[in-house]
């Protein structure tokens, strides 16, 4: 796990183990069931959103034909989007906010005449809302994102507080680690539903992240943060801080109910039996007939939806050395397997 992540787990630990005797038990309830305090989950203030504009224009030259947006996610699959309702908690009372079809926003000019520390919340409480920039450049296809933009987006969301969903102890490690710069990790970027995939292409030069970077940690800590709950099956982490990918690089995002991609070359020519029994896997096989031809899977993650993810990670002899290897496979909410893909893992990728 990286340095960062693991400074964040440890400090939330602590965090949410610090909680007063005397806190009500409402409190203590949700700080059992979410893993954290969830105060700063479905409000925000001007002082936020303005903060996250400066840092826009600040960082624009990464996106120059995008602007700035704001989107509202639902953390629990029992909320539908038409429940989280924003509202500006101006001095006169409570004016509504008016989502796009996207649950997106943008400031409001006449905001800037109101206190700073002015909300903007949703009626959804108790840790069931979190927030994201929303950085778009015009033009890029449905199912891509570009990567300057998600560089945009982690500037803008993370240095400003719109996207932090951690508090207390945790809160403060968080800011003493430049997440966005890191060339083999991210935080987190929820895609627009559910991912199977995430590749880089950039000309004739293209990478297949690893499933670990996608689907949030597998250290059982997942609700503790903004991609717990059914957000997970949307999420997804690019390695935003390595140059060696410019700005313009394209994001290409294969959903889980997309068909499934073509094989990467040149697996085909290895002489492994495992290889063989994973190349022959197809849709409809249950899970416990994919486990007897590949053995136990590393990770095995269950999403809110009904569907279920199983990873298997091996290290097969070549001609050219060790080669390692990753099998993803996902099945749907009867337990049949959806689609399955085997990826090489390069030697950068840890997960």
Known sequence: MKRGCALLAGALALSAGAQPASAPDARLGLVQVQGESAALREKKTLAQLFKAQALFDKF?????????????YARTQAESTQALALGLMAPAGRQPVRLDAQDRFAIDPAWRDLPPATEVRSRLADGRVTWRPDIRTPGVPEGERRLGDLRLQCRVGFDSGVARGLTGLALLVSFAVDE???????????????????????????????????????DGSGSAYDWGYSLRERMFRVPLGDASW?????????????????????LEALDDAWVKAARQLVPGLSVAEAVSRLGKADDDTHFESGRRLLRHLRVIATPAGPQRLELVTVFGTDGRLLKSALRRLGPTQRY
């Open 180 to 218: 966005c710069a890191d060339p083999e990790w991210s935080p987190s970027n929820f895609a627009d539903r559910p991912v199977f995939a995430v590749t880089l292409v950039h000309g004739e030069r293209w990478l297949t992240l690893s499933e670990g970077f996608l689907h949030g940690l597998r």
């Open 246 to 266: 410019p700005d313009d690089t394209r994001v290409v995002i294969e959903g889980m109910d997309d068909p499934a991609a073509a094989p990467e070359p040149g």
């Open 60 to 72: 624009h030259a990464l996106a120059p034909a995008a602007e700035l947006r704001f989107k509202v």
